[in-house]
């Protein structure tokens, strides 16, 4: 065996060309999200002349990026060929792994989608807002079916949302195995372990390529158990004074479900906040995947009737969402009122950059005079996700021939690409690449095949793709420096102004009386380029534009985005 700390990955990056038509037998794998990013997970897999997707999420904005509501997978790679699309398998209802689903169905609404029968449930309810009625086939672990010439397995794995599911994918090409979110808790609430047995009788077949979940891939050892939470969780609702105010991701059925537990033991009424929590918690309930005793959830109006030491408040907003109700309730923006004495449970991990907006509202909490207690103060959170310990253990159980990391940023894919190395993969066969880089797989060997385009397609509203960097830019400029408008009032036959240059400006501020010293230095250069510019419209506006910008640039080092109007008498 190679020495990891020495031994590289192959890293392929944008000087890729498109990949060549695929040869006869092979399976093409393209990963179009979710390399190099927590979130938008998406993998088209072809195989004679047909396409089956696993997975199709979004990822959620950073603060760079004003006014977007989500981020997609770019469809531009197989947007030609929906057609040819044999399904959508999804492993789990998270968001980042469904969320992209009502996107693409606008494109082609047949498309059937397999899952399980939660993931099912929470995928056709977010469908049924987009008015999409899907096409969908339940399977459960230990179902073997056949999508077009993809023969599928499924199989269970552990995660923090229950029925998460592995699914191994059989060609002429090979065997593939695409472990979607998991980990390996082996007292999970549910009873639901990842099924390692299965993984072994994979192993023993021969896996050629292996796409496994990355997330905690640089973190030692191996997770804790769920129900090792039980006792932090119950001391919070032991010692809290009044209110408990807990934020959760609103499909982590297994820790809403401890919550309800420690309420019920504690005397306290449960109320749910926010229309997803509210929805996806009522269909986990109906479907069995959540136990609530009968009279445990009331409704707000009864809530706010008890006193405050008997309510438990469950919430949306875990990752510091803007609109979401726990940021609304920091921005003091909400009906619930959060203040002294409360307790506010933050009973998820930060995903990757939103750690700003989740300390900010811890912060706001904290000032209001709320005790938070988090993942960073108290045992209340474990990951969904495998760590080191586990990955090394699955790749000496699977001895896969080849390695694809999957589901994480840089350091993950690469963390993850050591371990794989250091149980022995061939350091030519771990493949850390970016979302679009195609690998294909021929009688059972993996390569490089080359690269599509897989962009972030931004969401604005209810436009998909309109969104450009370019838009993102001029935002973030009008957040940081604000906006002027100079209106010009000009005879068109002499070029001259007849009223004084007017400036209006929004969130640009700056001491009194600049505006004269400006109108200045715009009158000379008008005066300046009378002979040899022309008396055109949109070429005076442009230079007045240009004029005022580098006087502000250089004058006062601001840059606010500038619009000038000339009106011709």
């Given amino acids: 065996m190679r020495n990891a700390r020495t031994a590289k990955p192959a890293r392929h990056h944008l000087e890729l060309p498109a990949p060549a038509s695929l040869k006869k037998g092979a399976m093409r794998i393209t990963p179009l999200g979710g390399?190099?990013?927590?979130?938008?997970?998406?993998?088209?897999?072809?195989?004679?002349?047909?396409?089956?997707?696993?997975?199709?999420?979004?990822?959620?904005?950073?603060?760079h990026q004003p006014g977007i509501d989500v981020i997609l997978p770019d469809f531009s790679a197989?947007?030609?060929?929906?057609?040819?699309?044999?399904?959508?398998?999804?492993?789990?209802?998270?968001?980042?792994?469904?969320?992209?689903?009502?996107?693409?169905?606008?494109?082609?609404?047949d498309i059937p989608i397999i899952a399980s029968k939660l993931t099912l449930a929470f995928i056709t309810a977010k469908l049924e807002e987009h008015r999409i009625k899907p096409q969908t086939r339940q399977v459960r672990e230990g179902d073997r079916i056949d999508a077009g010439p993809f023969d599928l397995e499924f199989l269970a794995v552990s995660h923090s949302i229950p029925d998460g599911l592995a699914v191994a994918i059989r060609t002429a090409a090979g065997l593939v195995l695409h472990t979607g979110d998991f980990k390996m808790d082996q007292f999970p609430l549910d009873g639901r372990t990842t099924d390692l047995p299965g993984f072994a009788r994979l192993g023993d077949e021969g896996v050629d390529l292996?796409?496994?979940?990355?997330t905690n891939a640089d973190v030692p050892g191996f997770m804790i158990p769920e129900?090792?939470?039980?006792?932090?969780?119950?001391?919070v609702f032991r010692t809290a004074p009044r209110r408990i105010v807990v934020s959760s991701l609103a499909s982590h059925v297994h820790r809403i479900q401890q919550i309800l537990d420690a309420a019920?033991?504690?005397?306290?009424?449960?109320?749910?906040?926010?229309?997803?929590?509210?929805?996806?918690?009522?269909?986990?309930?109906?479907?069995?995947?959540?136990?609530?005793?009968?009279?445990?959830?009331?409704?707000?109006?009864?809530?706010?009737?008890?006193?405050?030491?008997?309510?438990?408040?469950?919430?949306?907003?875990?990752?510091?969402?803007?609109?979401?109700?726990?940021?609304?309730?920091?921005?003091?923006?909400?009906?619930?009122?959060?203040?002294?004495?409360?307790?506010?449970?933050?009973?998820?991990s930060l995903i990757p950059g939103n750690e700003n907006a989740i300390y900010r509202i811890i912060n706001a909490f904290t000032r209001w005079g709320a005790n938070v207690v988090h993942k960073g103060n108290a045992k209340v959170h474990v990951s969904g996700h495998a760590s080191a310990g586990e990955l090394a253990y699955c790749y000496n159980i699977l001895r896969p021939t080849a390695v694809l990391p999957v589901h994480g940023e840089w350091r993950h894919l690469t963390a993850n690409a050591a371990i794989a190395m250091r149980t022995g993969i061939d350091e030519k066969q771990v493949f850390v690449v970016e979302d679009g880089v195609s690998i294909d797989l021929v009688a059972g060997s993996a390569r490089i095949s080359g690269r599509v385009a897989a962009d972030h397609i931004l969401v604005d509203g209810t436009t998909m793709g309109v969104a450009t960097e370019a838009a993102l830019t001029d935002r973030r400029v009008l957040a940081e420096e604000g906006t002027i408008t100079v209106l010009a009032i000009m005879e068109h036959a002499s070029g001259r102004l007849t009223e004084p240059l007017e400036f209006f400006s929004r969130g640009f501020v700056e001491e009194a009386g600049w505006e004269k010293t400006a109108a200045k230095t715009i009158e000379d250069a008008l005066r300046a380029a009378a002979e040899s510019t022309s008396r055109n419209r949109e070429d005076v506006e442009t230079l007045i534009t240009r004029t005022l910008g580098r006087w502000l640039s250089r004058r006062h080092r601001r840059n606010p985005v500038i619009t000038t109007i000339v009106v011709e008498e």
């Fill in 35 to 63: 390399l190099g990013e927590i979130g938008r997970n998406m993998t088209v897999f072809e195989h004679e002349g047909k396409l089956l997707i696993v997975d199709c999420g979004v990822l959620f904005p950073e603060e």
């Fill in 78 to 109: 197989i947007r030609s060929r929906l057609a040819d699309v044999v399904g959508i398998v999804l492993t789990h209802g998270h968001e980042d792994h469904i969320g992209g689903v009502p996107y693409l169905l606008r494109e082609r609404a």
């Fill in 210 to 214: 292996f796409l496994v979940d990355s």
């Fill in 227 to 235: 129900e090792d939470l039980a006792p932090a969780i119950d001391q």
């Fill in 264 to 348: 019920e033991r504690h005397g306290r009424k449960v109320g749910f906040v926010g229309r997803s929590m509210v929805r996806n918690m009522g269909i986990a309930a109906d479907l069995g995947y959540l136990r609530i005793p009968d009279g445990l959830v009331v409704e707000m109006e009864a809530l706010e009737k008890l006193p405050a030491t008997d309510i438990v408040l469950i919430c949306t907003g875990s990752q510091g969402e803007p609109m979401a109700a726990l940021s609304r309730m920091a921005n003091k923006d909400h009906v619930i009122d959060i203040g002294e004495g409360d307790t506010v449970l933050l009973a998820s």
